[in-house]
């Protein structure tokens, strides 16, 4: 079939049907045929169709243009940025027609076309993403959401951009005050595993489970979420708004299971940071709370130490009252419980720590009263071989049972040796004498270690006398 562009009619006839010159010079005759019904069908359209520059009136009908570029992108299935700029005009042709339900089904059957690339999909999906927040009201905004995890589910080149969608689904939720909802959904993604996710999003996914999973009191599962991040992260300063977050959210779980070294620790870190260390009015009152976890920790060899460390930080100069009620913990003296309400209770109440309104507050109120006695029972130890039951109550201003509940605790964590004589009412603290069987396997074990050395030094020696000697020859 030939065309003339500039005629109204088109030859279509075979060989045979060629026109053939007489001698009288009439023409002979023509088959002509009338166009395609078809291409006067596509040149009536292209009269009619909007120029892009006037897209957004509802009466425009895209259908045409979008099953052209379909077309198209079979055919450069292979190239990328022609491929992508094709499935990137699909939407935004969409989008401006304002025509949500036709997005949804364009990005549905392009996501299922096999033909084409991963890359220009992806591209297309970041697209998508980025239109959920243009969405005209909540109903549509939920049914793109919807659209956007259905089709990315379990498609490892999307799974960042199916991550950020179930993120603000799940803040849609607790928005509405569905907190255990919203948690669940958030759940559903192993953020850890994706590679393509940058690691300060992926902390920053992590830390948002954990706040849901905190508001849900699903403390277990927080814990277990928590292990998760790499604290590493935090070592860059950029990243220590996350390091803060972090900290905060542990804080809220060990105040709520009473970890209260855990707690000290947490502050400290939170204490070490730049932007906290340059503000004062911010680390005073986080040094306030280090040194009143700490002093509510149950004694130990970390907590003693820990203790000490801070007792020798500078800025607790500042804080005179707390420096003083920190030495009170380190020194062997005995510490009257009267005396320390009397001096420092005032100050402790006023503290979120010792809040006595609130049900924690008093708990922690009744563990300071516990930490005194423990570090009295322990100063006794110290001075006392034997003392009777009726001296260490007064020196503790417990009463006999009491006396009996502390002293059992403190033997076993194996804090002290104690024993108690009800009948004679003496309390000793003499540990029991070791054994000859005991005392010799210690005697031969130290020799042991002696040889060990012995052998050590004799083998450095002799090597030193060698390099020395060759050292000497050169």
């Not at 306030?288 to 007792?311: G, H, K, T, W």
């Amino acid at each position: 079939m030939a065309f003339d562009d500039d005629a109204d009619e088109v030859f279509t006839g075979g060989a045979d049907d060629l026109p053939q010159a007489s001698g009288d010079g009439d023409d002979a005759p023509k088959k002509l045929l009338k166009k395609p019904s078809a291409m006067a069908a596509a040149a009536e359209r292209r009269k009619k169709a909007t120029p892009l520059g006037s897209i957004g009136s509802d009466k425009v009908d895209f259908s045409p243009l979008v099953d052209a570029q379909l077309v198209e992108a079979e055919k450069i299935s292979a190239d990328i940025p022609s491929n992508t700029k094709i499935l990137v005009a699909n939407v935004t042709l969409c989008h401006k027609a304002n025509d949500w339900k036709l997005l949804a089904e364009r990005v549905t059957l392009l996501s299922k076309k096999h033909g084409l690339l991963k890359t220009s999909v992806t591209k297309m999906i970041q697209e998508v993403v980025a239109l959920v927040e243009k969405t005209p009201d909540m109903a549509t905004k939920l049914e793109l959401i919807d659209t956007i995890r259905t089709i990315t589910d379990g498609k490892i080149f999307v799974e960042v951009e199916r991550a950020r969608v179930t993120r603000i689904l799940s803040k849609i939720k607790e928005d509405e005050g569905k907190i255990v909802e919203a948690a669940d959904i958030l759940q559903e993604l192993q953020v850890e595993t994706y590679g393509s996710m940058d690691k300060r999003e992926k902390t920053d996914f992590i830390l948002e489970q954990m706040r849901l999973l905190l508001a849900k009191q699903d403390y277990s599962r927080a814990q277990i979420i928590s292990r998760k991040i790499s604290t590493k992260l935090f070592e860059d300063e950029k990243n220590h708004d996350l390091k803060l977050r972090f900290y905060n959210l542990m804080i809220s779980f060990a105040t709520h299971s009473n970890l209260y070294l855990d707690t000290c620790k947490y502050y400290r870190h939170i204490y070490d940071t730049k932007s906290i260390k340059e503000d004062e009015s911010k680390w005073t009152k986080i040094l306030e709370n280090v040194v009143l976890y700490v002093v509510l920790a149950p004694y130990d060899n970390e907590q003693s130490d820990l203790i000490n460390r801070i007792y020798e930080d500078p800025n607790l100069n500042k804080l005179s009252l707390y420096k003083e009620f920190v030495k009170c913990f380190i020194t062997n003296e005995l510490v009257r419980w009267p005396k320390i309400d009397e001096i420092y209770g005032a100050t402790l109440k006023k503290s979120a720590v010792f809040d006595l309104s609130s049900e924690s507050g008093a708990a922690r109120w009744k563990a300071l009263h516990e930490r005194v006695i423990e570090h009295n029972i322990r100063v006794v130890a110290k001075y006392y071989t034997r003392i009777t039951m009726n001296r260490l109550k007064q020196l503790l201003d417990l009463s006999e049972k009491e006396t009996e509940d502390f002293l059992s605790k403190l033997v076993v964590s194996k804090t002290i040796h104690a024993r108690i004589d009800r009948p004679a009412g003496f309390v000793s603290f003499v540990p029991p004498s070791r054994g000859p069987n005991t005392v010799l396997n210690a005697w031969s074990s130290d020799i042991n270690k002696l040889l060990e050395l012995i052998s050590t030094t004799c083998h450095l020696i002799n090597k030193e006398e060698m390099v020395q000697s060759i050292s000497q020859a050169l």
